[in-house]
């Protein structure tokens, strides 16, 4: 569906929305990200106006000096400017068109960003909706975990239309180091999805590739770096290598602790799984790797590091 | 097995073969890879005692300034330091061990250096053969293709004793640009077999994503600069992009012809595939790149760069 | 969820229900599969009350003798048993929850039985959906193509309320051969679901054994009797095997022509993929059959028989 | 390579071949399976004339009325009719073509016949080196493990020329209660090997479908009834099922223990494996079966029977 919205009702609504830059912002999703990405913006100098399910999320925001309300219905009331941190595709559908849900309530022109990592097919059916109340949805999901979130060095990759994107940029610059417009509604989603799908691939590939190698004698050290120099180089052998003793800070050399845990990069190639099945999308690398991790959640892997591959492949026999 | 030549006697066997640079080298095989090898070494100033199989390749080679022989066993007897390049493992093992072989002249402390890439085990194997008769055998298989070989601008991935290394060092460089020491005999083709290995996967998962992210909408191009930038960066996705437009000079931008055959990525995804078997590795993504690779094989795509992939998983239905 | 009706309120709404067995039936979806169905209940007598998005599907049936009424909601306010058989979940939650939909007019007691084959969580939205009306939802997908369907030889597989089995069973036995309960509500679609994927998996491992058995030298003909004499037994091997010339009256004796199109089986496994991917449950092999029917589909064996596996899978090298 | 050996010559040998019944019979490899099947041509009143490598073995048959020599060319000297069962290629080799190997003292005509599972290739050597002394080699692999060769149950599947056929099938009978001629030599191997890989992948495929229909509501034993009359319908799910509770006195009723072990199907599906890779023939499904079952091994899976492999995906997140 084609987003019927014209240039110039946009531009209306777009005025019609406060342009003085540090009027409040809503916040609603006060998890592990959503919490220190909302204390940044507090930091900046924006007053926020945040809701979440957990009383004590909420309670340890207010501290901090944002505003707490009790709905997403509300702080739309109160906001024109609103940022979404949510687990998945249901929360998403429920904060903007449940019963109490920020489209209840949206004023027209308020500019609404998610950063949930959901399907990108959600993303659309939301811009749909908000633009029928007037207001521009963008997604905005993030790459980077907890600790890009404190430091405000999250990568923010967003899609929506292109006017809007200075608007969105202007927030999350205060949450982030990198923002990269993608095109419209969706690529957002869809560049995460896609980057954490190759992510995926080359970490089982590079886990596999250096435990061929150890076996066949060569050095892990030597190994990488003969790959390093070669046509087998990626991100997982050169910057994250999954094998104990090649590299240091690094979550292979600390037990495959931290880092990024198997059940979310599980979850991330479910969603590539959904989209690649609903446009008819071969993946037979990216649906392998997506069993491959869901199996290592079903054995203990779930909350280590997701390099942590390399160890569930290599167990020797009998051991 | 361990090779039990002791050092000394390795020393004294070394100091039996001519130390002067520009004694004649042995050539076995001179395909499309072997011929413009041995005459880089005719460049630098090598005599080269040269056969192959094809009279007509040995003819072109003899018009070079090659002095050409009857058999393997006859470069044996003529020169102390021979360097084979051949299709697959059991060549190898004929031009070694068959009737006419050279190990049937071969004299004491010849150096012996093969450049096919084949089974390691066939490699640990001829090692052995050779170290009975006195003689020392590396295995040193080239990545890059017939455009490298004659621009001397091979790679060589070297396995065999650390104390040969040198004397194989001086006539490789005379035909690569990188020659690198890999550790014992059969790691040269362990570090090949694990670089193209690791090279298929991220060849095979850079064209899925890249599929997937233009069908969610987003431009190639751009995609391509967001991976580049992120932990999806990979060899395939930086310099060597299959999707057609998104780079220049590579096999996408000119209809999938030169570059590196798919038959030939299937050959050596054998190979990894039977160490793997026989070492009792798992490598899942390995064996279904093998898998996508032979099927792409039966389909028309033998002859056309591997990474012509992505023409293979995209076509739409209906076309 | 649970669903709450109690076994009370149900068993008084479906004595509200017309228990005469020859009142009307209502039917909306009369495509290939659907409007056969339909006839076979007119062929048993009971009044037809029909409709479908396409003029002439529903013209076709109007002469047989069916009324043909405007809209899904018109056929609730007329029927109070309907069958719907559509062709994917958007389209049951049109024809069901949709401005027009069944929900919107349907009486109390009402019992609604969906044949279409979806995805077991839509299903159950259904059910809820109806429950609030104080109707009943069941699911019976069908097993069985066209032929069956005009033949009145289809197999349901049924999920839904235990006590109302036997009155869906009364209308399914008109036009199928087998009628199984499944379970609670969803369990029909399960039960389709597991099937396929099975016989998905069955199939592309038949093809490849038969492709391997005959390149080692086995005659097709004596390589699937040792089969099905042996543990690699499966319906594939003994009942629809893929190679031309094993059997007859089989798709691979005509040329693939016939039997169950490659794109249908891709639909199946992609429901397949959704409900594994939902339920986090691991499914390695039918995720790459999935993967491999959807290659096909590229490849030009979207119509074919999906036994055409067979043939995707051997083609020689440079043919 | 075809075997050379006319018709005439050989009706020649086989006439100096003792044609009496009852002359010894020689055996070499008294593992767990080698000796059952020896002491069963015992009771069959044929004199063995036996040999291993290890001396218990050796001394248990002894007792049991076998005549023990020193070596495989002992036992050639002493009968003209061989069976050998060994655990893998280079035994077989070793045994055959060894110092101390059969065919070091193999009386012209005699008949050798091969029941280890091995690479075909090395049957079809293995043929032509016997051929070459004037003797004639048979592959004759066997399904039914040690209880089966205890009771004389197993099923042989043999390769070799068909003039001999009938005597082989002699001996065999004594030994098994199916024995089937499969072609040429080699393709008794390859027909064992076809009929375990599609055993695996049915397997595999069988688990993964019960466990997604219990995720999805479904009761084991109804779903499996379901397969049952359906086209999902194997041999691993009506005879074998791998969900404990479906079925008794199958290896899942009793904690995987008993039965046929996972390491021992991933040496089968190495050899599936290395014959595919080296014929060309893709074999996506078996390929991944193999990788599947090899990580089991690594994983505390080696000794339990392969249908462990339900276990395997099933066990829930943080359990």
Chains 1, 2, 3, 4 share one sequence.
Request: glycine share 10%; proline share 5%.
């Amino acid at each position: 569906r084609q987003l019927h919205y014209s240039a110039l009702m946009l531009f209306m609504s777009v005025s019609m929305r406060s342009m003085a830059s540090k009027t409040p912002v809503g916040f609603v999703g006060l998890g592990n990200m959503g919490s220190p990405m909302a204390k940044n913006l507090l930091k900046n100098g924006y007053p926020v106006i945040a809701t979440d399910v957990f009383p004590e999320s909420c309670k340890e925001l207010q501290e901090t000096g944002a505003q707490v309300v009790d709905s997403p219905a509300e702080v739309a009331e109160k906001a024109d400017r609103i940022i979404t941190m949510l687990p998945s595709s249901p929360n998403v559908k429920e904060v903007y068109t449940g019963p109490n849900g920020i489209l209840k309530k949206v004023k027209k022109g308020t500019l609404l960003i998610d950063s949930s990592t959901i399907d990108p097919a959600v993303s659309k059916e939301m811009a749909i909706a908000a633009e029928k109340m007037g207001a521009v949805f963008m997604d905005a999901p993030v790459s980077g975990g907890v600790g890009a979130a404190n430091m405000a060095k999250l990568t923010f990759m967003v899609g929506g239309v292109e006017e809007e994107y200075h608007a969105a940029q202007e927030l999350l610059t205060c949450m982030g180091a990198n923002v990269v417009y993608c095109g419209q509604v969706g690529t957002g989603q869809a560049a995460k999805i896609c980057n954490n799908m190759l992510l995926a691939i080359g970490m089982i590939g590079t886990a596999e590739t250096m435990n061929l190698g150890i076996r066949l004698g060569l050095d892990p050290k030597l190994l990488a770096k003969i790959l390093n120099m070669s046509s087998g180089r990626c991100w997982s052998s050169d910057t994250y290598n999954p094998v104990p003793g090649v590299m240091e800070g690094v979550p292979s050399a600390n037990n495959y602790q931290g880092g990024f845990g198997t059940t979310l990069m599980a979850k991330d190639l479910g969603l590539a799984q959904t989209t690649a099945t609903n446009t008819k999308t071969p993946i037979p690398l990216g649906s392998l790797a997506h069993q491959i991790f869901r199996v290592m959640c079903s054995r203990g892997y779930a909350n280590k590091d997701f390099s942590s591959v390399f160890q569930f492949l290599r167990e020797e026999e009998g051991q």
